[in-house]
């Protein structure tokens, strides 16, 4: 097996890469099982893979991205209730020999995703 997944995070609202966003990795089946909580570098990306080696399983998968409290930190959200909190996205692996890369692009009123390379 040589597949991976990663991800990498966009603030679009200041045109930089998303530094210190937490994210939560889940597995949903066959239970939803949490698998770790990383934190974006100054690329915006996470040190290492999410998965890989004996980790990297085919199954449904979660990221859930900390929008509300990124933003925050960067003084962005001052409402009690921003209009995003957390960003869950549902995503499936099957090949086992396939990098999948998750991109969040995002600003504190829209977000967009898609299967990177």
Not at 31 to 48: A, C, L
Request: glycine content about 8%.
């Amino acid at each position: 097996m040589n597949g991976k997944l990663t991800t990498h995070v966009l603030d679009l609202m200041n045109g930089i890469p998303a530094e210190g966003l937490n994210i939560d990795l889940w597995k949903l089946e066959p239970e939803r099982t949490f698998i770790k909580t990383v934190t974006t570098n100054s690329d915006g990306r996470v040190d290492s893979p999410l998965l890989c080696n004996e980790q990297f399983n085919p199954g449904e998968y979660e990221l859930v991205f900390y929008v509300a409290d990124y933003f925050k930190k960067k003084g962005v959200i001052p409402a009690a209730t921003p209009f995003l909190d957390q960003v869950p996205v549902r995503f499936g692996i099957s090949d086992m020999n396939s990098h999948y890369h998750v991109p969040l692009l995002v600003a504190p009123g829209g977000y967009s995703t898609y299967r990177g390379s």
